[in-house]
């Protein structure tokens, strides 16, 4: 989705998010299920990340990460932000894997978890796959340890989760480019069907093939960007579904009639500018093999209910705030403010701005000895919600057209009462 082309509703509440306390907390109760397995976690990912994570809280500020992350060679991350979403990616991660552990260790658990410490600190900078590959199986069983379900991860099949009348094969995969994602899944089935027997346990015996599409949709593996939480979701929602609609699910289900669903997720973080936040999305799509059967229907319908935990929010979350938008904006005596000319003249000519890259810097404003700077894609954002009568009122006075062309950037960065205040301290 270009953000420019949709326009979404500035949100009047702040999002619910965990504080950087349970963060810490949740890698503190992985270490203690870790060393319950005879597992060490010093000077291992796991440390780093608390390492990093008890500084920014206690500092109340980001850093590079660099002081802490020192085998993270030729690193992609330009800012402390970058650093800091980076973090975010890896320990929600593992939030969501220690919140199926104490429901439920698994059967087998130690050595995927002996595994997964031991790998490179970024999914970003990972070149051996095994590591990340073990993390992924480790995520969906979360899911099936929080749905209340009994979890063996120590056979062939990656996961085998038992509840009720029903046995569950699960088959997890990381598909790393759309053009591999139906071999790799007809191969998951393949696998599956080959392991899975009519009856485990007594319990009939039903399919699952679970695939991470994340690198295969956003090659960098790393963050989006959006202008509300609700823009980051269709952001990746959208890639989701262009990912799943190049598979063919003809050859995929052909061979599987107890194959129940194929499972897809997209896991990325994202830098939302209203309000200002981070967030770390699991954007998930289901498709059923929809063939006719009581017993399928209700193992279908056990399967989906499973899933659906991802949806419950966790109980520590802070509760929204209310949020109130800035009607007005005051600029002091002593204000100074710039604006490229040819931008500006092309702007005012074209009404928009070829030939310069989205973050290029065009425009700046310092107010209070604060200096804040714009890019051309605030500035083409600023210019889609520009009426004919400013622009008419623009094309006679363009001392007021650079002013409000300034002005209006800085409301859309900071569109709250005081929130430049949090902003720039």
Known sequence: MDPGRKSYPLPLESLPGLELEHHISDLILLEEFCSNCGIQTANTRLQRYKDYLCWTAAEKGLHSGEAFFKNAKQHPFKSPIDWYLYVLREVHELMWIVKGLKMHMPKGAEGKLRTIVGGSDFAALDSNSQSRNLQFELRIASYFCQAGCEVDLSSKTDIIATKGRFAFFVECKRVGSSSQATKRLSEAVKQLLHRMPQRHQGKLAFGCVTADITKAAFQHNGLTFAFTSDHAKHVIQEKLLEMVNEIDFKSVFNSGDRLLRCFFQIHIPSLIIHPPTTSTRFSSYCLDNALPGCRRWFAARMLHNIFEVGRIRDQRSLPAQALVPRSTLDIPKGTTFWIDEDVFQEALASRTVQ???????????????????????????????????EWEKWATDKNLARLELVAGMYMRRYPYEDTEDKHQG
């Open 355 to 389: 030939g310069r890259k989205d973050a290029d810097m065009i425009a700046l404003i310092n107010m209070n000895g604060v200096e804040t700077m714009f890019s051309v894609f605030e500035l083409q954002q600023r210019l889609s919600r520009t009426t004919n009568i």
